[in-house]
């Protein structure tokens, strides 16, 4: 049987089971080392590069089980085990023997005086009890929603998707007084349906939207969030548009940030609405498209005339 397996794939998961498929093993019985990561390039066409992995499988240093010695008893006949037994009490008894003749030495040399008390031995720790993982409360079920309207209708597309992708979640779903949805998926603990940077959620959420305005005159707005992962973003988001911002004035330079998708580019060009030695714009083209935070002509004048040891402590 093979020992390791160096497999590829579109993506890591897809490269592990590939590797698994070859050496004929579970997930619990090999150990996974990612030699290459993938990338999906351009549009998923200009520069894609597959996953690399090496699966080696883990092996057994316990020895073979003897099952003949398990059952010996059972297996041979009277004359036999009578045998077997003559020769397991001979070995005792000379086991005896050899302890009844250290016994005297051991008294001669307890009566000669110690020159030095043996250390104390320390208590032998206890092994630290294995804690057993918490169970995994289910969710609560979600109350549903009429199936003829909008909310009723991301509500069952939702839990027939996830239901699909094998993630317990309870789907959540209200209307705003705008009219627009939104929904709130419970039980995602492993961010399953978040993805990287929230790029499934993301996919999730537009294709609800697609389910949701398909056939209607008037569109709805339908907004997906998972374990307040939004809210948490929001807040990184806004941290790091004043830090960059912050930069920008020391520096007097231009900032680009990384490609966002255009929620979290509006969250970005929202938060420095208000700062008004910093001004924002978006540039490129999707998915590629960024924010660029430069600095407004006053603030930079300013900054060009304050003393040498000023923006020297500043920028400290």
């Not at 070995?91 to 005297?104: D, I, L, M, V």
């Not at 030495?105 to 008390?117: I, M, R, S």
């Not at 104390?120 to 169970?135: G, N, R, T």
């Not at 992962?229 to 990184?236: C, V």
Request: net charge positive; no cysteine; proline share 5%.
């Amino acid at each position: 049987m093979k020992k390791f397996f160096e497999a590829t794939g579109k993506t890591r998961e897809e490269a592990i089971s590939a590797g698994l498929a070859e050496l004929n093993l579970t997930i619990g019985e090999v150990t996974v080392e990612d030699i290459e990561e993938g990338s999906k390039g351009l549009f998923g066409l200009f520069g894609s590069r597959l996953w690399r992995v090496r699966v080696t499988a883990i092996e057994d240093e316990k020895p073979a089980l003897d099952t003949h010695s398990l059952f010996a008893d059972s297996l041979d006949t009277p004359a036999e085990k009578k045998q077997r037994a003559k020769t397991e009490k001979k070995p005792a008894e000379k086991k005896q023997r050899t302890e009844k003749a250290e016994k005297p030495a051991e008294k001669k040399e307890e009566k000669q005086p110690a020159e030095k008390k043996p250390a104390a031995k320390k208590p032998a720790k206890k092994p630290a009890e294995k804690k057993e993982p918490a169970e995994k409360k289910p969710a609560q079920p979600a109350e549903q929603k009429d199936p003829a309207t909008a909310a009723g209708r991301a509500q069952a597309f939702l839990q027939e998707l996830t239901q699909l992708m094998g993630v317990e979640v309870a789907v959540n779903v209200n209307t705003d007084e705008e009219g627009n949805v939104r929904v709130n998926m419970q039980g995602d603990t492993q961010g399953i349906l978040i993805g990287r940077r929230g790029e499934t959620l993301d996919a999730l959420q537009y294709l609800t939207s697609l389910q949701v305005n398909k056939g209607r005159g008037e569109y709805v707005r339908v907004t997906l969030d998972t374990e307040g992962y939004r809210a948490r973003r929001e807040e990184a988001l806004i941290r790091l548009a004043n830090r960059m911002a912050n930069r920008a004035v020391k520096t007097g330079r231009r900032v680009s940030m990384e490609p966002m998708n255009p929620y979290e580019r509006r969250i970005l060009h929202s938060a420095l609405q208000g700062n008004t030695a910093v001004t924002t714009h978006s540039e490129g083209e999707e998915p590629n498209r960024h924010v660029v935070i430069t600095v407004n002509k006053a603030a930079r004048k300013a900054q060009e005339n304050k003393p040498a040891e000023e923006v020297q402590a500043t920028e400290e």
